[in-house]
């Protein structure tokens, strides 16, 4: 079991920055990746990054690439979501989620309660 529990939303301008923060806990030892998703309002889940739990690896996708970074903290079991140059279509809310080793490919078998972006305009 993990448990995932995510902090940072908040409302901000267009152009500004916001930081989003992942702290997990529980059998992190099984984690083979970590990614970040959202969902805004009538619209389906999409996925927004990911980063391999303990070895090198990042994937964006493309409406964030060049303004998301996404990074990870071994030794405190935390992912975080630098957002910067956000625009008013970034607004969703955004999970953590977290992929066992052995899950199917795209398949994620854990997920934080989310957390609310507004980007203004």
């Known amino acids: 079991q993990v448990q995932l529990v995510e902090s940072g939303g908040g409302l901000v301008q267009a152009g500004g920055s916001l930081r989003l923060s992942c702290a997990a806990s529980?059998?992190?030892?099984?984690?083979?990746?970590m990614g970040w998703f959202r969902q805004a309002p009538g619209k389906e889940r999409e996925f927004v990054a990911s980063i391999r739990w303990s070895v090198a690896g990042t994937w964006y996708a493309d409406p964030v690439k060049g303004r998301f970074t996404i990074s990870k903290d071994n030794a405190k079991n935390t992912v975080s979501l630098q957002m910067n140059s956000l625009k008013p279509e970034d607004t969703a809310v955004y999970y953590c989620?977290?992929?066992?080793?052995?899950?199917?490919?795209?398949?994620?078998?854990?997920w934080g309660q989310g957390t609310q972006v507004t980007v203004s305009s």
């Open positions: 529980g059998r992190t030892v099984s984690t083979y990746r």
């Open positions: 989620a977290a992929q066992n080793y052995g899950s199917s490919p795209g398949t994620y078998d854990y």
